[in-house]
Structures are given as structure tokens and as C-alpha cells.
């Protein structure tokens, strides 16, 4: 009695679903085109990691590569480099993932409190325009204005007598993840802000009035209010961002390095570029690749799993 | 964002390119085991039983070559100028240029990944990647069967344009002009003219004597134009530390431009020169340069336009560097007038004993040049195309222009009038305009100097027309060193033997060998490490020395070096076989 029903349910299951796929059979076939691009474009090319097998060489089929087994990871975690541009890609990313996160949504906070629409909107469009400058153009004007020869930096701090000897900031190597990170926040911070602004309009006005009847006043309103209303938004943009912790390009660094500072400067991109591609070691550059990738994926999901257990939030 | 998204684009490529390949197999498997055989000889075969080649009647049938150039050309027109056009007329070829943008490895390394070709390629110093994925055809055939003018160019040259002993095929036609003379020093010690005038023209031809013209002029003038005054600039921005930081040390100590390495002349035994004992005084007194104040503390932070726009400021009296590295600011400085502030070139060594070798011969350099790719339409029109480019006919059209145009014959003598000449000199456009200059470098061409059937130039540099082209305190500075031109202060090339091994630096160190890697590593120390050394404290020069030292020597010194001389053997042999 008690299988036949159970086999019964199955059996509506099964025409439930069955019914549901030819209920929404124009949707299903809408999204069809759009999951075969991503299997074309994101998991096709995951063939290519066999290239970390091999010692590669263009120009030959795949049946004709050397398979070398573990031989590139072998060399890659036996490099000192690897971990010295392994270290300076983590410090660089962590320093820009606590500045480029939390000044934006301060930043927003304070552009919310402005009562006057048409400040706050020049405001933010100002603070967003350096986004659309090029790293090559960002690294020129910050040399120039932490230059020895007449930079401003150096002429101000002199002038308030702070410093009797122009600072050679750029040649300074411990400086150099602060430079970065600081002309990044000055790049960024606008851009970044956006969605939280976006998220703060979209509180709900009478939990302000009502905040305000209860005596609440600016500060505790921010912290009652806006804060507890753009949570979510917050967190998804925090578990994502750690998953791209990884890949920071290299654009900033390169430009903004030189030979003094080298050894803070080089990031895993400038590294698989130099030591990989650019010497022909393609299979070299996809091992980095893999190694990237799974770090990558690894954060993204333990950051996901621990949010979703501290906070309820998650992006998966 | 961007970092991960490129990753996955070369991922992405390389998948393609293992997709593209097994299609593919058949075509290139082909080329890959016969090297010199199959897309050379057989379409060759059937032109010399057809046509007959030899007799130089051409297919003149409209034809579309694709090429990439590593070397950007910005006045390329598409064939659209006048000579471009005459080119098509007289060939039926039309050229597709690509050029790169960014990364040129990158883009060859791409290019030599996918398989996919232009018809024709010019590599640069990274075509050995090219070779090793089989783009290239073997020319030897060809050149023998279809290149009367080429092989008239290259001459007794032919042999060091095979590649290697182990693979002695001809992949491309050299780029540079055959048996050029140098009428004008490439590298050098500079100082403006004001300060060697100031100093009274004295001897400078060691670093004490160039040392004590700047600091003598920089005493006496702090600021130049209202801003202080730099006493000398170096550039290291990316790869720029090489010209103006590390190579002046081996031509100080009397080497030639080999590159990262010094070549002994007597041994044949190449070393990187940095470790060379003389090397370390040379930047000992760089040390001391700096120690004294009288280096710019910005040398090794500086970008590249930051340098340009320094030196056209006026206010830096010495420079070490290539004259096609300042070139372009010194032009500044001249359109505004500031001759005083322009640069002479002094040949300055470590001592009095030393012969400054800029114009030491390497023979014809045969390291670079455009191949046919192995995917390429119709090789034999190809190398035809090349050939056609090597001869006097289109030499004169490619240097000269257009007959009754761009110049006049007078008692049989080509003659280009001042108004025309003028244009030519002060138009940046001109190239682009007349396209002449456009088909010559990298393509075969002849050297400056080097005559015709009728006895004038191929190309229309003179020394005369170097000389006429000094402004008047050059001249006076000249003038006062007793010689007419830059060169005459330099020693002279027949004080020196031809260098039997040509340029060590168009060498290539095989990719992918944990040489390459060591190499890499080991200029990654010296770009760090030389300027460290340069602005530490004197007393801690040796130390820091002796570590830079250690440090390239636990990288592998050892055996890179190894590792070169035998590439350096090996080339010695092909070429003086």
C-alpha cells in the first residue's frame, strides 16, 4: 500500500516536472542560446589546462605534445619568485579590497546625508569620472606629483616645513603597495560607490520617519537605518570581490613600478607574462592559470559558506 | 576583473589553437618534418618547367600579400602614395600590413600558437618562436631559382642568413642594409654645448674628463632658464635601463655592442659583461657620480616622457645614452631655438688607453628579416615580390621617389631640388605622403654609401648631407675639436677588426630552455641590482656588488654562460664556414 503510494508520487513528480519543462518551454529555449555560450566560452576552454600536462609546443596536434605529468607545478612552487610575486599580489589585493570596499561605502553614507540634490549629484558624478582614466594616465600623474622635481606632494610637505629634503616616494619599496592602493581608491572609490548609492535609494523613507519620531538622529539613523538596509548588498559585493582577489591585472603595477621597487611591484600577471608566455613556456603559464583559478574558486566558496552561516547572505 | 578575463582569453586561445591544430594536422605535419621540402619546392618546380623564372618576365596578375611587421611603420599608406602605387603597377602586388599593437612577443607568441599566418612576417628578435612552430619555408630554392637581385644584395652575406648549423635553412632576407657605412656615432657620452664651450673645449675622452666639465658648469651655473640645474640624467624606464645604464659600461671599457654580453676578440669566449672586473669600476664612478650629487636622483624612477621632457627643459647638461633615445627631444630643444643646450657626442672610456668601439664593424647582421610563412598563397610571386624590392630599379624607386617627381636626372645624375629636399627634411608627413622610405627598411635594401650601376648612392644619405644638417654651434664645437663631423672625434672603423661573430645580441637563446629562464631571472637581478649599487654609500659599494654577483651566480651564471658560447660557437661557424 504504503510503495504503491510512494511510487505514485514519484510518478506525479515526475509529470509535475515533466508539465512544468512544457509550461515554460519558450522560456527554457530563451535561455538555451545563453547556456551553450557558457559552455562554449567557460567550460571549452577548460580543455586547454591539459597544456599544464605537457610540455607544449605550438604547432603540433595534442596527440603529439609531451606529457611531463606534474613537472610545471613542480617548478612552479620550487620558484622563490613565484612566492615573492605570490605575496605581493595577496598583500596588494587584501590592501585593495579593505580600502576599495569600505571608503565607498562610507563615501556613500556621507553623499546620502547631502540634502542638496544638485551638489550631491555633481559630487558623484566628479567622484566617478577617474574611472574612466587609463592606468597609463593615473600612473602619470601620480608620478609626477610624488616626483622630487617639483612635485606637489613633495613641495607642500616642504613648504609646511615638515620635511627639509624632497621624499623619494616612488623609490621606496614599502611605500609602494600604499601608493597603489591609495591611487586605486582615488581611481575607484566614486565607481564603486554607485551600487551602494543605488541600494540606499531604495530603503524604504518611512523606516527614516520613523527612526526620527523615535528620536533617532543622523548617526543612529546611518547606523539603524542605511546600514541594516544596504546589508545584503554589502556582503554579496564583498563575497564576490574575495573571489577575485587573485586577479588584480597588472596594469597599476606595471606602470607604476620601476627598478628600485621591483621586488614589491611584480604581481602573478606580470609574472606569467615574463616567465611564461613571453619565454614561450605556454604550458608554464597555464599551470599559474590553474593554480589561480582553484585559489580563486576556493575563496569565493568559503567566503560564501562562512557569510552564509555568520549573516544568512550568500551569492550561491 | 580585467587580469582574469585576459587569463581566460589565452586559455581560451590556446584551446583553439590545440582545436585548429588537430584540423589542421595535415598541412602542417607536412611542413614540420620536411623543412626545406613540400610549400617550397613545389610550386617551384612547376614555375621553372612553366613560366621560366629566369628570364625575370614576371606574373604581373594583381595579387594580395598579408604581412605583420614587427616594427611599427607610422607612415604606411596602405600602398596609396604615388611609389606605393608605382610598386602594384610594376609588380601587381598589393601589401597588407598589420602592425602590432602592444606586446610584440605576446602577439608572435599568439600568432605562432594558432597557426594562423599573414604571407609574409617580419619577427624581429622573436622570430626564433615563429621558427619553432614551422612557420617559416625554407628560402634556399627560391632564392636560388627566383632571386637574381637578392642574391646580387646579400653576396658573400647569403650564408649567414641560414639559421642554424643544426638547421642551415634561409627563413627570411636580412633587414638591414647590406654593407652600410656609419657616418654617425650611435652611443656616446653627451654634453651640451654650452658646457663644453664654458669649459674651453677641452680633451673628453676619459670619465674624469667628462666628470669635471659638468661639475665645473654646474658650480658655476646652479639653475638653468630659473630651474636647477641636473648634472646627469640616466633613464631606466622598462627595458631603457639597457641602452642608457648597462650598455655604456661595456663601451666605456672599450667592447662593441654585443649586447649582455662581451665577446673576447682574441678567445671568442662570451661572458655577461657585467661581470667584467672594468665594469665595476664604471659604475663605481657612476656610484661616485651620484655620491657627489651630481647624478639626477630620479635616474632610475623616471618614465621615459618624464626624461624627454627634462632633456627639453635645457636643463641637463650630460647625458649616456643612444642618440635615437634623445633624438626626438633634442628636436625640441632645436625648434626652440636652444642650440646651446643641444648634445655633442664624446667617445668617453675609463682611461686614455681604452678605444671607444661605436663604430666597430659586425660585418652584415643578418639576424632579422622577413619570411614567407608556410601558409603563405603563392610563394614563388612572394620571393619574386622580394627580389623585385632588391633591385636598383626599385632601390632608386624606394630612396628617390618617382623620376620628374621626387627628382630630376641631370647629365645622369639623380638630382633632388632644394625645394623637394626641403620637404623632405622639415614634412614628418612626407613618407606617408610620397611612400617613399615606406618599402625600404625591413625589407632587402642596401646600404648607406653603397653604389649603383652608375655610380651614385642607393639611399640619399651622404655625409655631406649629415654635415649640412648641424646647426652653427655644432659646427663651432666641431670646429674647435678640429673635425667636421661627430665621427671624426670617434676612432675610426678600420681601427678595428670586423667582429667575425656579427652582433651577439641578435643571438637568441632558445625558448623555452632553462636557459632562456635563467636569463630572464638573471636581467631581472641586474635591473634591480645595478641601481642599487649605483646609490648606495660608497664604502658599501663592494658589498652590495658582491651580492648582486652571488645573487646571478646562484641563478645559474654558470650555466647560461655555458650555454651561450655554445649558441655563440655554433654561429661562428655557420657564418665563417
Not at chain 1, 81 to 86: D, G, P, Q, S
Not at chain 2, 417 to 439: A, C, H, L, Q
Request: with cysteine; aromatic share 12%.
Amino acid at each position: 500500500m504504503q510503495l504503491q503510494l510512494k511510487a505514485e508520487t514519484i510518478e506525479r513528480k515526475k509529470r509535475n516536472s515533466w508539465r512544468k519543462i512544457v509550461q515554460q518551454r519558450y522560456l527554457l529555449l530563451m535561455s538555451l542560446p545563453f547556456v551553450v555560450w557558457l559552455f562554449i566560452f567557460h567550460y571549452l576552454p577548460l580543455w586547454g589546462w591539459t597544456m599544464a600536462f605537457q610540455r607544449y609546443r605550438p604547432g603540433r596536434s595534442f596527440f603529439e605534445q609531451d606529457w611531463v605529468g606534474f613537472t610545471n607545478f613542480v617548478q612552479l612552487f620550487s620558484d622563490e619568485r613565484f612566492y615573492l610575486v605570490l605575496r605581493n599580489t595577496v598583500a596588494m589585493s587584501f590592501m585593495a579590497l579593505i580600502v576599495g570596499y569600505t571608503v565607498p561605502i562610507i563615501f556613500a553614507l556621507l553623499l546620502n546625508e547631502i540634502r542638496l540634490i544638485t551638489f550631491k549629484r555633481t559630487m558623484q558624478t566628479i567622484s566617478y569620472l577617474p574611472h574612466f582614466v587609463s592606468w597609463v594616465i593615473v600612473a602619470g600623474i601620480v608620478t609626477k606629483m610624488l616626483s622630487t622635481e617639483g612635485g606637489p606632494i613633495n613641495e607642500l610637505l616642504m613648504a609646511l616645513n615638515i620635511i627639509d629634503q624632497p621624499i623619494q616616494f616612488m623609490a621606496k619599496g614599502e611605500w609602494f603597495w600604499w601608493i597603489v592602493t591609495l591611487s586605486d581608491m582615488w581611481k575607484e572609490t566614486g565607481w564603486n560607490s554607485i551600487i551602494f548609492l543605488a541600494a540606499i535609494a531604495g530603503i524604504d523613507p518611512e523606516q527614516y520617519e520613523a527612526a526620527t519620531v523615535d528620536g533617532a538622529g543622523r548617526f543612529r539613523r546611518m547606523w539603524h537605518v542605511t546600514l541594516p538596509g544596504i546589508r545584503p548588498t554589502i556582503f554579496i559585493m564583498l563575497i564576490l570581490s574575495i573571489g577575485w582577489l587573485m586577479s588584480i591585472g597588472f596594469e597599476k603595477q606595471f606602470l607604476l613600478g620601476n627598478p628600485m621597487v621591483q621586488d614589491y611591484a611584480e604581481v602573478i600577471d606580470l609574472y606569467v607574462l615574463n616567465y611564461g608566455i613571453n619565454l614561450g613556456r605556454y604550458s608554464y603559464g597555464t599551470a599559474i592559470g590553474i593554480f589561480n583559478s582553484l585559489v580563486s574558486i576556493t575563496l569565493l566558496l568559503s567566503s560564501n559558506y562562512i557569510f552564509k552561516r555568520l549573516t544568512k547572505e550568500s551569492v550561491i | 576583473m580585467r587580469g582574469y578575463a585576459r587569463l581566460l582569453a589565452v586559455i581560451l586561445a590556446c584551446v583553439l589553437i590545440i582545436a585548429g591544430c588537430s584540423s589542421n594536422n595535415n598541412g602542417n605535419n607536412a611542413g614540420n618534418a620536411q623543412p626545406s621540402g613540400n610549400a617550397a619546392n613545389a610550386p617551384g618546380d612547376t614555375d621553372g618547367k612553366g613560366t621560366g623564372g629566369e628570364t625575370g618576365e614576371r606574373d604581373l596578375s594583381p595579387i594580395t600579400f598579408t604581412m605583420f611587421s614587427a616594427d611599427l611603420n607610422p607612415n604606411y599608406e596602405n600602398m596609396q602614395s604615388p611609389v606605393g602605387q608605382e610598386i602594384t603597377k610594376r609588380t601587381g602586388v598589393t601589401l597588407n600590413i598589420e602592425y602590432p599593437v602592444g606586446d610584440i612577443k605576446q602577439k608572435i607568441s599568439l600568432m605562432a600558437a594558432s597557426g594562423d599566418y599573414p604571407d609574409l612576417i617580419f619577427a624581429k628578435g622573436d622570430q626564433n618562436i615563429l621558427v619553432d612552430a614551422g612557420a617559416f619555408i625554407d628560402l634556399t630554392d627560391l632564392i636560388e631559382e627566383h632571386g637574381p637581385n637578392l642574391k646580387k644584395l646579400y653576396g658573400p652575406y647569403l650564408k649567414r642568413l641560414r639559421y642554424s648549423k643544426d638547421d642551415p635553412s634561409i627563413y627570411f632576407v636580412g633587414s638591414f642594409g647590406v654593407d652600410a657605412q656609419q657616418w654617425q656615432p650611435n652611443n656616446g657620452f653627451q654634453l651640451q654645448h654650452a658646457a663644453v664651450k664654458e669649459a674651453g673645449y677641452p680633451s673628453i675622452k676619459t670619465l674624469q674628463d667628462y666628470e669635471k666639465v659638468i661639475k665645473d658648469y654646474i658650480e658655476k651655473n646652479p639653475t638653468i632658464d630659473g630651474q636647477p640645474a641636473i648634472g646627469l640624467s640616466l633613464i631606466a624606464d622598462d627595458w631603457r635601463y639597457l641602452i642608457s645604464v648597462t650598455n655604456p659600461a661595456v663601451f666605456a671599457t672599450g667592447g662593441p655592442d654585443d649586447g649582455e654580453w662581451y665577446v673576447d676578440p682574441q678567445t671568442h669566449k662570451a661572458a655577461l659583461h657585467h661581470t667584467r672586473p672594468e665594469e665595476k669600476e664604471y659604475f663605481r664612478w657612476l656610484n661616485h657620480m651620484n655620491d657627489i650629487g651630481l647624478l639626477d636622483k630620479e635616474s632610475f624612477i623616471q618614465k621615459y616622457d618624464q626624461y624627454q621632457a627634462k632633456i627639453s627643459s635645457g636643463r641637463v647638461v650630460g647625458l649616456i645614452d643612444a642618440k635615437w633615445q634623445y633624438e626626438q627631444a633634442e628636436l625640441a630643444l632645436r625648434q626652440e631655438g636652444k642650440l646651446d643646450r643641444m648634445y655633442g657626442m664624446y667617445p668617453v672610456t675609463m682611461n686614455e688607453n681604452v678605444k671607444y668601439a661605436d663604430f666597430q664593424s659586425a660585418g652584415y647582421s643578418a639576424g632579422w628579416g622577413i619570411g614567407i610563412s608556410s601558409t603563405a598563397k603563392d610563394p614563388v610571386r612572394a620571393i619574386q615580390f622580394l627580389d623585385w624590392l632588391a633591385s636598383e630599379e626599385a632601390q632608386i624607386l624606394n630612396n628617390w621617389g618617382i623620376e620628374g617627381v621626387h627628382y630630376t636626372i641631370h647629365d645622369g645624375k639623380r638630382v633632388i631640388s632644394d625645394e623637394e629636399m626641403n620637404k623632405r627634411t622639415t614634412d614628418p608627413e612626407y613618407g606617408k605622403k610620397t611612400g617613399i622610405g615606406v618599402y625600404t627598411y625591413p625589407f632587402p635594401q642596401y646600404g648607406d654609401g653603397v653604389l649603383d650601376s652608375t655610380g651614385q648612392t642607393y639611399t640619399i644619405n651622404s655625409k655631406e648631407q649629415i654635415a649640412k644638417n648641424y646647426t652653427d654651434v655644432e659646427k663651432e664645437v666641431l670646429s674647435k675639436y678640429g673635425a667636421q663631423m661627430w665621427m671624426d672625434l670617434y676612432p675610426a672603423a678600420d681601427e678595428f677588426p670586423v667582429k667575425p661573430w656579427g652582433a651577439a645580441w641578435q643571438i637568441n637563446i632558445p625558448q623555452e630552455t632553462d636557459a632562456a629562464v635563467q636569463m630572464q631571472r638573471i636581467s631581472d637581478i641586474i635591473k634591480k641590482r645595478i641601481p642599487e649599487a649605483i646609490l648606495a654609500k660608497p664604502d658599501q659599494f663592494d658589498a652590495v656588488w658582491d651580492s648582486f654577483m652571488s645573487d646571478i651566480q646562484r641563478e645559474g651564471l654558470d650555466q647560461l654562460t655555458e650555454e651561450f658560447n655554445g649558441l655563440l660557437q655554433e654561429r661562428l661557424e655557420l657564418w665563417n664556414d
